[in-house]
């Protein structure tokens, strides 16, 4: 077990630009919103971007605390860890597999986590270094995958859920993300990038949709500055999709702890 923290959820997608640490924030911030203690790990190494979603200056340093550990930056109630609160943002991370593997394991385990019900750790994009590190070495409750329905993002999607499954991780549920483009304008609706892909790869997977989110240019501009959904408008229908969405991951949680310990680590 990580010390301080009680349950480990996953964030992952086959593949980058689907809007992953988007939804990793609102989901950590839904949670809390639903009354847990919740923390948030960015597990990409090579581009962080949680300091920026979460409205953490650049430069901020976490303080130490004890002689190996690091005390976790607090922002809009959660905590946070991230690689970005460690180096210049704008200096790139020219590392091999190996060294990713270690910084990741180092942010996870020298964070002093305060009491934490809920670790939300937003996944780099892919099945590589970090998903296997995680798998052998961290006790993950369950994961959540996060896709759009366009066809080319559920391909790398399965392969997502496969990684899982054959590291006996539980699948807690699949987010359909950029489900419809809203005009902010009009208020017309389409799917630009097709219909019914997040429901079809959760029924083919015999897990649960929790999700379906819209694409609008409000959810990108309260990221970038710092002041997700949830925070910025938590009455919207966005908010209240992400707080369903929560209180499903939690339920999905505590069904997998009810049914006994079936998730194994490899060495």
């Not at 005390?71 to 946070?80: F, V």
């Not at 590392?95 to 990741?104: E, H, I, K, L, T």
Request: contains cysteine.
């Amino acid at each position: 077990m990580i010390e301080g923290v009680k349950y480990i959820v996953a964030v992952a997608s086959g593949k980058g630009g689907v809007g992953k640490s988007t939804v990793t924030a609102n989901l950590a911030l839904a949670m809390a919103a639903e009354g847990y203690r919740v923390g948030l790990l960015d597990a990409d190494i090579y581009g962080p971007s949680q300091a920026q979603m979460l409205g953490i200056g650049e430069g901020v340093r976490p303080q130490q605390a004890g002689e190996n550990q690091f005390k976790p930056l607090e922002a809009h109630g959660i905590q946070a860890m991230s690689m970005a609160f460690m180096v210049d943002v704008n200096e790139p991370m020219v590392w091999r597999g190996p060294m990713v593997s270690g910084a990741f394991q180092q942010l996870l385990n020298q964070t002093a986590w305060d009491n934490v019900e809920y670790l939300f750790i937003d996944m780099p994009p892919g099945t590589g270094d970090i998903q296997l590190t995680l798998a052998q070495k961290v006790p993950v409750s369950g994961a959540v995958i996060v896709t759009t329905p366009q066809d080319i993002a559920l391909l790398d999607a399965r392969k997502g859920i496969e990684m899982f499954r054959k590291v006996n991780v539980p699948v807690l549920g699949v987010v359909e993300n950029m489900s419809l483009h809203v005009c902010s304008n009009c208020g017309h609706s389409e799917p630009i990038f097709g219909e019914g892909g997040g429901e079809r790869i959760a029924t083919q997977y015999q897990t649960k949709l929790l999700g379906q989110l819209p694409l609008t240019m409000a959810i990108r501009e309260q990221a970038d500055g710092g002041r997700p959904t949830v925070i910025a408008e938590p009455d919207s229908e966005v908010a209240k999709t992400f707080r369903t969405m929560a209180r499903a991951v939690a339920e999905g949680v505590e069904s997998q702890r009810a049914e006994g310990p079936s998730i194994s680590f490899g060495d």
